[in-house]
């Protein structure tokens, strides 16, 4: 079992930044590929951001790509979604997730682990 627990979220004005923290215990995560997803309300939960094991491979959403940066740090079994030039359209619930297999995807249904999610607000 692996848990997960998300942190860094909050309101922010547009234009601003936030970087969300996903700490892992249980599990060391080097085992496992990472992704983060949101949920915007009363929308489905997209994909947003993924990364492999050992940090070489990373997947960005499009509408994301060059303002959102995934990382993790093995060593301390975290992983972190820097979120530059934030935009309105960004507010949603974030959560990480972790996937136990060696390809790195973009779909929620391969995760096997979420964490319960820290709310981003971004004010225009």
């Known amino acids: 079992q692996v848990q997960l627990v998300e942190s860094g979220g909050g309101l922010v004005q547009a234009g601003g930044s936030l970087r969300l923290s996903c700490a892992a215990s249980g599990r060391s995560l080097s085992s496992f590929g990472m992704g983060w997803f949101r949920q915007a309300p009363g929308k489905e939960r997209e994909f947003v951001a993924a990364?492999?094991?050992?940090?070489?491979?990373?997947y960005n959403t499009p509408s994301v790509k060059g303002r959102f940066t995934i990382s993790r740090d093995n060593a301390k079994n975290t992983v972190y979604l820097q979120m530059n030039s934030l935009k309105s359209e960004d507010t949603a619930v974030y959560y990480c997730?972790?996937?136990?297999?060696?390809?790195?995807?973009?779909?929620?249904?391969?995760?096997?682990?979420w964490g319960q999610g820290t709310q981003v607000t971004v004010s225009s």
């Open positions: 997730a972790a996937d136990d297999s060696r390809v790195v995807h973009t779909s929620g249904v391969w995760y096997d682990y």
């Open positions: 990364i492999g094991r050992s940090g070489g491979s990373t």
